[in-house]
């Protein structure tokens, strides 16, 4: 069993995976600061001064009273709150990861299209003894006929 695991471990998908991962929860964080610190303290600033992580709906007060200034002082205080705001920022976190991924994969399939490209044929066959000859040959090294241009 332990050679199995062994073999399992050492497969290179496995390895790629766990690189794969990493790389991608780094990614993540990246994105998330992206979100959070970048794209959303402009929208908010155009909105009016908007900081959408303090975006909630009350549903419940908690232990003191409400109004609360923020997201952080309703939770505090125990009241039970829709946090819209957090949703939103998710959302566009993301669409940011997906479109990053997608131009990932986009990129990676062109590269594979032009390595699968089939090679200009070097060889061809002799119509009469069916050898393999140059393509560039006007005689069969092996029954000497004319060969027809290549086409």
């Not at 155009?46 to 609360?68: C, E, H, S, W």
């Not at 976190?93 to 986009?106: D, E, G, K, P």
């Amino acid at each position: 069993m332990w050679k199995e695991f062994k073999e399992f471990i050492n497969r290179g998908s496995v390895v790629d995976l766990a690189v794969g991962v990493i790389i991608g929860s780094a990614f993540g964080a990246i994105a998330q600061s992206l979100v959070n610190d970048v794209i959303m303290p402009p929208i908010g600033l155009l909105l009016g001064g908007v900081d959408f992580g303090n975006l909630f709906i009350l549903l419940k007060a908690g232990v003191t009273a409400p109004p609360y200034a923020s997201l952080a002082d309703a939770q505090a205080a125990g009241a039970v709150t829709i946090n819209y705001g957090a949703f939103i920022n998710v959302v566009i976190h993301f669409l940011i990861v997906s479109w990053a991924i997608f131009m990932l994969i986009r990129g990676l399939n062109a590269m594979k299209r032009k390595e699968t490209e089939p090679a200009a044929p070097t060889t061809r066959e002799c119509p009469y003894c069916l050898s393999t000859v140059p393509i560039k040959a006007t005689r069969c090294a092996h029954c000497t006929s004319e060969l027809p241009p290549a086409s």
